[in-house]
DNA sequence: GCAAAAGTGTTTTGCTTACACCCATGA
DNA sequence: TCATGGGTGTAAGCAAAACACTTTTGC
């Protein structure tokens, strides 16, 4: 039946890591050293070897670029890129990967990483031509997917250190879906989701003003209520900046 | 630096095709005909061939296996299962493609598929080695993505006729979520949101009762407000029969 | 008129927002 | 005491759930 032969690939899993800085949302990337794409900034990744998960390719990267125990972190597919012009060597699809570190005092440095770095994520670059290859598609796909998920996830934690403040975990909503919150409302609404957070005995003394509770992560996989952004479409949220 | 070389691939797009006939959600699954699992159901599809994008592949196995034209329905990727040893014959990735087809008068009748059928979907079957290779996780991650999606996107929609009613709408919701709802509170609901749905004047008459309203789809890509589902986890939904 | 399906109105309940207000600390 | 960030109380608005009720057809 099936009368033209299937075309050969190698598959790449390319990695979109996403960290909070500063109160702003950064991904790590890195500067190609060789063609295609010499001296373009890209998303870190590498090919999946013979015998190897596509997830296993995904933490022996993240381990190679960042020097990170991916086994710990958050890690998700995002989805695959197979146009066949989409990398000028050949037949390559690229799987992308989620993955979503706290700001650690990282050690961005790794075999192939010397040029690994963080970089805040500019929504007006995104999009046009930024990064080599269709990494801008894979970069917004990914962010729009984080976006989502923080929603009735409890993804947020994941870019928060194991003791939080409630704080803490606003600034990750809000530089991630790039929008001001209100902190009280905020508080309220993340302590009344079962299992999200839970307090510990523990205080963080700020400057000045009142200690924070600090939160470890909870049990939930999925909140209720669920934390919705404020409304998406017609009504604008406040923009932030 | 990357010491082992790539693993030579091929990669098949397998088609979770759904549709709901006789108020219960059907996948069409064809029969294998060869070896590995040869006599087991599984779903459609088929290599991707040298040139051809991801969502061409998928649009081609339709036609071929359904004479649907892919062009006018809804496709969309789901993800990508790529475990060294899930097919036998090699190494081999499958990127599952999700599509939603109103219950057309199929001529299931294409090149590789003569044994094609739709067969309902059962929860209990799901997942205890019912198809063949790892499909039946292809099948029930699809299927979380449309139930997913039925609640902020025009989804549903896209199981019905070209004109419909909000009762065929409903019988699309009850199906895909395995729930009863209340038809005068979904009604309103529906009706509602901005843009889902768009009245006509024409009218269905039902063998008794009041004619129904027939309905188009409306524009929007996103429902506002979202079609939530009877409160996921704690409290339970009324089940289905 | 009766049965059956379509569609509307009304009440209760619960989440969200907006914002006034109190709390705990350093300087 | 003041400034500052942390945290609570409260009332208005909106959407959902429950359900009584009206409408429009075939027989």
Redesign the pocket.
Known sequence: MSSRPPSPFRIAIDLVILTIRQDRLHVLLIERGKEPFEGRPALPGGFVRAGEDLRDTAVRELAEETGIDGGKLHLEQVRTYGHPDRDPRGRIASVAYLAIAPDLPIPVAGTDAATAHWEPVDNDRLGRGWLAFDHDVLLRDAIERARDKLEYSPLATAFCQDLF???DLRAVYEAVWGVRL????F???V?GVKDFVKATEERR?????????LYERGTASLLH??M?R??RSHDRPTPLN
Chains 1, 2 share one sequence.
């Open positions: 403040t409630i704080s209100d902190p009280r409302n508080h309220r609404k302590t003394f700020p400057p000045t003003g009142r200690p924070a509770i209520p669920a919705l404020p409304t």
